[in-house]
């Protein structure tokens, strides 16, 4: 299986990875800020897709369990130092 499913960039300039996941599974993240080092893991309900990632929020389109898309906009809380 591969380490990954997935790469994405936020408004900031972080790198957002997706872990390889077996279905069903909530996506989880690793983000890195652009010099590389690990801010923390994110995790995001299964069932997405993200298309966009600010500052303060990710974007996404969910299918439900009828197949109804439904566009989406989680807020994202950044753990402080």
Request: charge should be negative; proline fraction near 6%.
């Given at each position: ?32 800020d ?13 069932g ?7 500052n ?26």
């Amino acid at each position: 299986m591969p380490p990954y499913e997935s790469l994405r960039l936020d408004a900031g300039g972080n790198l957002w990875v997706a872990y390889y996941r077996l279905e069903e599974e909530p996506v989880r993240w690793a983000v890195f800020d652009p010099a590389g080092r690990w801010l923390g893991d994110v995790q995001t309900p299964d069932g997405g897709r993200v298309w966009d990632i600010g500052n303060d929020y990710v974007l996404g389109v969910w299918q439900d369990e009828l197949d109804v898309q439904q566009v989406r906009m989680y807020r994202l809380v950044k753990g402080g130092s």
